[in-house]
């Protein structure tokens, strides 16, 4: 298959509550979104999950547009290839990192080719389920009481899975009132980072509060301070920001840095990898879930996709469409019922993209063929 056009758009979305880590506030989610069209007409979608500010990662909207305008499109347009796989496995190789401009890319062209298979993109990816566990990501809150509110609010619509975002002075305290209004919800923290080993006594601490995991507690770059780390605590530790690769992920596992991963497509550069990573895995028993990067509709429904595959076996941050936008720019929106999501069953990522509400949100596009 040939992807004969491209167009990316910078899309700006308001959130419907500011959410806020130990690295920021995110008012609204600002973002590219990619769409691929094929020689025969067809439309692939996906979207970039990097964010304007490199807080989270190093990538940030600006540099993913330059990557993308001035080295993956180029190599990619009017190119013949079989297989999405190829496209980060032998296309874009020679490209260092810049895992989430090159994920988005290869997302449009995994939902193009399961388009032209006439085939849903759970199944080509080797999805199981037709349905998926969905749990919610609270933010950092002004009270410990408005968090309560929230948990109770979220449990009410069925989540399944309570992750609470903690940073040094907002953590064992936060944990212990939750814990004590809620004893036996599934609960886990993500600290995005914000520790160092110098902590380790009060990461040790939250070992009373039965966590399911504690989400990349350390620097975003590490997997040798982790592993001193979960060797001292018996809550497993869950890498998030340090996981690139299948490379990494076997590395984090050899020197028991994690327990526990938490795959997002775009921190790992694509469709393709994240599966790499699931299969091995799945052959290890290490328990797997998807994360979120407050994604609309186009990248919520490819980590719906993603989520599947059998080894996701704890429920991901792919909350309904509801809990982040007005509107969302995909029909149907995604709908969370007792908890779980129904997987679509049409081609591709198996909704459809609403192109008034992305006009209504584009800020700027430009459309690339090849010259
Ligand atoms: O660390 O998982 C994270 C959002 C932005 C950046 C990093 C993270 C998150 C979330 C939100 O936790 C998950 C979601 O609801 O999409
Ligand atoms: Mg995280």
Redesign the pocket.
């Known amino acids: 298959m040939k992807i004969a056009q491209v167009t990316l758009r910078h899309m700006k979305m308001d959130l419907l509550y500011p ?1 806020t ?1 130990s690295f920021g506030t995110e008012y609204d989610r600002d973002f590219i979104l990619v769409e691929a069209k094929s020689e025969d007409g067809l439309t692939g979608w996906a979207e970039s999950v990097a964010m304007p500010t490199p807080y ?1 990662n190093e990538e940030t909207v600006k540099t993913n547009w330059h990557i993308l305008e001035d080295f993956l499109l180029p190599l990619l347009l009017n190119k013949d290839f079989n297989h999405p796989d190829e496209l980060t496995e032998n296309l874009f190789s020679h490209i260092r990192s810049n895992y989430m401009a090159k994920a988005c890319l290869e997302m449009a062209a995994w939902d193009l080719y399961a388009k032209q298979q006439n085939a849903p993109l759970a199944r080509l990816l080797g999805g199981t389920k037709d349905k998926i566990d969905v749990g919610v ?1 609270i933010g950092i809150k002004d009270s410990i009481d408005e968090t309560l509110e929230v948990i109770e609010k979220r449990r009410s619509e069925g989540y399944k899975r309570f ?1 609470l975002k903690i940073k040094p002075g907002w953590d064992v305290e936060l944990i212990d009132k939750v814990r004590k209004v809620f004893p036996d919800i599934p609960l886990m923290a ?1 600290a ?1 980072s914000a520790y160092t080993l110098a902590d380790i006594e009060l990461l040790a601490a939250l070992d009373d509060y039965n966590l399911m995991m504690i989400e990349q507690p350390l620097a975003h770059n590490d997997i040798i301070d982790h592993a001193d780390l979960q060797a001292r605590l018996k809550t497993p530790v869950c890498l ?1 920001e340090s996981i690139h690769s299948l490379e990494d992920a076997r590395k984090a596992l050899k020197l028991e840095s994690c327990k526990i991963i938490n795959i997002k497509v775009g921190r790992v550069g694509g469709l393709t990898q994240a599966k790499r990573i699931h299969d091995f895995c799945l052959e290890r028993n290490v328990p797997l879930w998807c ?5 609309s509709g186009i990248g919520r429904a490819h980590n719906i996709a993603l989520t599947t595959l059998p080894g996701f076996r704890l429920p991901g ?1 792919t ?1 309904g469409s509801s809990l982040y936008f007005a509107e969302d720019i995909i029909h149907p929106e995604v709908t969370v019922a007792d908890g779980m999501i129904t997987v679509p069953t049409s081609p591709g990522i198996g909704y459809e993209a609403d192109l008034e509400k992305i006009a209504k949100y584009t800020l700027f596009s430009k459309t690339y063929r090849k010259c």
């Open positions: 959410f880590t989270y990501s992750k993500d995005n998030d994360g979120g990067m407050l994604e941050d909350a």
